[in-house]
């Protein structure tokens, strides 16, 4: 059964709409109502209702007697860079970092207040530890959620009420996590004092969006005593700026071609 349908069988409104979408990402052109409703299978006259409401909405677009994807769905595409593409613009730099500094690497994005980490290269001479690809890290406690969440619109920072402790060096009380944040944004990079595992500290810096939003962050982490997190913050804050530079390149392609339509 298609994820269109309900468990009963009938299709959803929504399961439509998106059964009338997905035929624009498997086409290259303009379609009319007619070929949409031979694709989907769907009866004509809902297709004919259906797409007239995607033009009154900005997700689809006329083109004569045919209908093309609206700029609205480009908006939206850009504003929320895929994780796959932030992935893919950021590996190679990630893994010569990773090389250069031969300690624990990694690409994260924030997540309610958590830090979900897209990319993990461990070190064979670094700790091992709990993060991996796909895993979750308290932000607060974190260098990387520090490095993100520090350079969010401070109205859009919200502060859960009980932080989580882990050990006697997390900053647990609102006010003094704002205090943190704001140094984190001067200095453009934040930092692990022990405060998720004891024993290990980290350096994170900010990866900014072609729109000057925070997409994410990259950082890097060792023991104490065997990682300079100060020597290695000008290394971490370069590739950020590196990756972050590569994505505005990569939207300067596709903003003449938006201009076109």
Same mark, same amino acid.
């Given at each position: ?19 009338? /979408? ?22 004509? !006259? ?5 797409? *007239? ?33 932030? *992935? ?7 893994? !010569?970092?990773?090389?250069? !500094? ?7 994005? /924030? ?16 700790? *091992? /530890? ?62 692990? *004092? ?43 804050? !370069? ?23």
């Amino acid at each position: 059964m298609s994820p269109a349908h309900r468990a009963t069988g009938e299709v959803t409104s929504v399961g439509r709409v998106a059964e009338i /979408l997905k035929q624009f990402a498997r086409s290259r052109g303009a379609l009319s109502a007619a070929a949409l409703a031979q694709r989907t299978g769907l009866p004509k !006259t809902t297709v004919y209702r259906t797409v *007239r409401e995607l033009v009154r909405v900005g997700l689809l677009e006329r083109d004569g007697r045919d209908y093309r994807p609206g700029l609205l769905l480009f908006e939206i595409g850009e504003k929320l860079p895929q994780q796959r593409d932030l *992935r893919e613009a950021s590996k190679r730099h990630l893994m !010569t970092l990773h090389e250069a !500094t031969r300690q624990n690497v990694g690409l994260a994005v /924030l997540d309610g207040f958590d830090v979900v980490h897209l990319d993990v290269f461990r070190s064979v001479e670094g700790p *091992r /530890l709990p993060q991996h690809s796909g895993g979750r890290s308290p932000a607060h406690a974190s260098a990387s959620g520090k490095a993100i969440l520090a350079f969010m619109p401070p109205e859009s920072v919200v502060i859960p009420g009980d932080l989580p402790r882990f050990t006697p060096y997390t900053s647990v009380e609102s006010g003094e996590l704002r205090a943190e944040l704001r140094r984190v944004r001067r200095r453009g990079a934040a930092f692990d *004092r022990q405060e998720a595992i004891e024993g290990i500290v980290g350096v994170a810096a900010p990866v900014i969006g072609p729109d000057e939003e925070v997409l994410a962050a990259v950082s890097m982490s060792g023991v104490v005593g065997r990682i300079d997190t100060a020597r290695m913050e000008t290394a971490v804050r !370069t590739t950020a700026m590196t990756i972050s530079r590569d994505l505005e390149r990569a939207r300067s392609i596709v903003r003449p071609v938006l201009r076109r339509r």
